[in-house]
């Protein structure tokens, strides 16, 4: 299902005419910000000169560093008056990121999220549980209004309070919901705990975090959802940058909004369709505050087959960031490859937690792995047999030792946002 066809099918000549356009009107926008104006005068370059693709990498790029240090307001490109809302982003270190919007923002941005609520099957018949924080974070206010415009019921529960989230779900015939994928595991469990079935659910949209398949697999089984991927970032609006359509392979990126390109984190380099590297994205109908050739830090690559739904170019599902990549004795690992190899093994439950210290000079990785109550109550040999498993499937795949604990279901945190499922106790990280 499509809510805009003409743009979402968009050919490619229609499609580089219009960014053309709205690359040249985003410079122009840009020009009112003294960190673009400067950087654009240095290198010489007016909105004009921007002709072709290769044109865009004359620009600069922009970093979440450029914006903090704007903080809080250094990236307005409109006067106060015009805005009217301000999101931040929960920076880990320093300053949070401030993002602001105009009236015309928040009508694009709800209409992006109209848009992948549409390609997922939802309509004005469906009844929407948005199970995100609704203040700061964009998902809450994001994708509440992206479901109005498609005429759903939208019920704002926002995070907390497990069990009346499930009572919500069941009373109200929720047909539809919204929240991080960890988040999603704990209702599974809660909804078992308490017995219950929700059959009326048809569409889990998670998002907000890296998920593997395997727990795509696991919420698909036992909430018995269609689970789709769901792509953003505060910078960029919010959620609605990137969503799976129904073949689940890959996420549509909005073409019309985001100006994309993947490089070489390490060089700048622009690199091919089918080569991962970092997302780099210039969105184009931002107004309070427009960027120039963001740096994601996401890593994924361009798809440049295309996709039988009809729509344009997508992304591959995101392996994690530039800065969630762990270098255990030199080799590089993602969170999301553990996740992926731990929760396939039979008799692994829902959550894991890794831990990385240095002992006598030497990374080590150990990883608390919850298991199932039948493995838990079962037969010594058989927990034995489990955790060798552990350790060699993650031998084998990650080329990594790693120490392999068994805990007990209920023993490891939950999550009702992002998940945090590394502890790294080495020095300086
Ligand atoms: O997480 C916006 C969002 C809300 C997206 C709800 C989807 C659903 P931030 O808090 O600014 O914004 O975090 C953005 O989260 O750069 C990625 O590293 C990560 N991320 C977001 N979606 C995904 C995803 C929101 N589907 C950062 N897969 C991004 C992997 C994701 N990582």
Known sequence: MFRDKAIETLSSEGLQKLQIER??????????????????????????????????????????????????????????SEVVRIHTTSGTTGKPTVVAYT????ESWSELIARNLTMAGMTSDDIFQNMVNYGMFTGGLGFHYGSEKIGAVTIPSATGNTHRQIEMLSDFGVTAIH???????????????????????????FGAEPWSEAVRAELEKRLGVEAFDSYGMSELFGP??????????????????????????KTGENLPPGVRGELVVTPLLKYAMP??????????????????????????????????MLIIRGINVFPS??????????????????????????????????????????????LTKLQSRLVDELKERLELRTTIRLVERGSLPRFEGKAKRVIDLREGM
């Open 179 to 205: 929240c991080t994928p960890s988040y999603a595991m704990r209702i599974v469990e809660v909804v078992e705990e308490m017995g219950m079935s929700l059959p009326k659910l048809k569409y889990g949209l």
């Open 23 to 80: 690359l040249q009107q985003t410079l122009k926008r840009a020009q009112s910000v003294p960190f673009y104006r400067e950087r654009c005068k240095e290198i010489g370059i007016a909105p004009h000169d921007i002709q072709t693709y290769d044109d865009v990498r004359k620009l600069p790029f922009t970093t979440k560093k450029d914006l903090q240090e704007g903080y809080p307001f250094g990236f307005l490109a409109v006067p106060m």
């Open 103 to 106: 009236a015309e923002d928040l």
């Open 337 to 382: 490859q553990i996740e992926h190899i731990v929760m396939q093994i039979p008799g692994v439950g829902d959550q894991f937690m890794v831990t990385i210290e240095r002992v006598n000079h030497l990374d080590e990785m150990s990883i608390s792995v919850e298991i199932t109550d039948d493995v838990f109550n079962g037969e010594l040999d058989q």
């Open 291 to 324: 960027l120039l050739r963001y740096r994601t830090g996401d890593i994924t690559m361009l798809m440049p087959e295309p996709c039988p739904c009809g729509r344009g170019m997508r992304i591959a599902r995101l392996t994690g960031r530039t800065d969630d």
């Open 240 to 265: 609605g940058v990137a969503f799976e359509c129904p073949e689940h392979d890959g996420l549509h990126i909005w073409h019309d909004a985001y100006y994309v390109e993947i490089i070489d984190p």
